[in-house]
């Protein structure tokens, strides 16, 4: 299994798709301050309450993309050179192919995150002061990161199932990129329905991953609702890594 990882973690730092997309990276999270900046100087100085910490809560999660991009072509890349299929040909255990891929995608998920949040808090400090740095901010500053790191994993995991369904990089890329945001959109016309045929108020969709990811960053600190946000993600998360590998061992790999 370790040597799984440590193969899989070797092609993807290889990867061109890994580098390009770790450049744009960088330049996306390092000009994020400076933009938001310029955006306050345009308005006059309106926003006066923006601290070091207040960026750091609301950093910003459009990298997604190039995370989804990465895991794209990185599975199926496996696919299309047959490298998948040599695996199984010898005799490793295919949940053991899956979790390795799993595992090095949320790892890749979990730099990308507390890099984006490293960069902002530290470029935020060129044009901001700190901020209350009280234990309650700091906590629930933790807190709400946190929340947003799970459902970013989920996110990721839905990705990895993804690729393993679909695994043609050419229709793995668009469906990841925008089929997922997709199913929110139709989730929340499904909610309207439902909401008409029964006479009472249906949300369901907001259980979706990336709809209770975007609903917690509109809420903000103090007003979103963490618990609901965690176990949305931890379901997800184990949701789709299951169905992942379930799909995986039962599909036959040409």
């Excluded at 798709?17 to 994020?32: A, H, I, N, Q, W």
């Excluded at 255990?93 to 949320?106: D, L």
């Excluded at 209350?132 to 970013?152: E, N, P, Q, R």
């Excluded at 990811?213 to 979103?224: D, E, K, M, R």
Aim: charged share 10%; hydrophobic share 50%.
């Amino acid at each position: 299994m370790l040597n799984l990882i440590r193969a899989d973690v070797y092609k993807l730092l290889k990867s061109t798709s890994f580098r390009v997309c770790g450049v744009l990276f960088l330049l996306l999270m390092g000009s994020e301050n400076f933009l938001y900046h310029l955006v306050e100087k345009m308005g006059g100085g309106a926003g006066t309450q923006t601290t070091v910490i207040s960026r750091i809560q609301g950093t910003d999660i459009s990298y997604q993309i190039l995370l989804a991009i990465v895991i794209s072509l990185f599975i199926g890349s496996e696919y299309t050179c047959g490298t998948i299929k040599n695996l199984a040909s010898k005799h490793y255990e295919r949940n053991k192919i899956f979790a390795s891929k799993w595992i090095v995608s949320v790892l890749l998920a979990t730099v990308y995150f507390a890099a984006s949040v490293v960069i902002v808090g530290i470029t935020a400090m060129f044009y901001w002061k700190t901020g209350d740095m009280s234990g309650t901010v700091i906590s629930d500053t933790a807190g709400f990161l946190f929340t947003k790191y799970i459902l970013v994993l989920s996110i990721t995991s839905l990705y990895v199932m993804a690729a393993f369904i679909i695994r043609k990089t050419q229709f793995v890329l668009p469906v990841v990129i925008i089929g997922l945001d997709v199913i929110g959109i139709i989730a929340v016309y499904g909610d309207m329905g439902l909401t008409k045929l029964l006479g009472h108020t249906v949300q369901l969709s907001k259980y979706w991953p990336s709809n209770m990811l975007a609903q917690i960053i509109q809420s903000g600190v103090q007003h979103a609702e963490l618990l609901p946000g965690i176990l949305t993600g931890i379901v997800f998360l184990i949701a789709a890594a299951a169905g992942g590998v379930m799909h995986f061992k039962q599909v036959d790999i040409k």
